[in-house]
């Protein structure tokens, strides 16, 4: 569960960012979201090849 944790505090504060950025045209908002942004690919990528050795065992 601790994935589940993981996507859901990256999805938060993104969320916040996003608001920021596209409400109030806070530019260093739209930075921090496009690098959670690729956090949140990075750990989808993880969790995908964790999913698939798992189903490979």
Known sequence: MSRI?????????????LQKFYEKGNKAAGTRARKQ?????????????EIQDIKNK
């Open 5 to 17: 944790d993981e996507v859901k505090n990256l999805m938060s504060e993104l969320e916040v960012d």
């Open 37 to 49: 942004l690729q956090n949140l690919k990075k750990l989808a990528q993880e969790i995908r090849l």
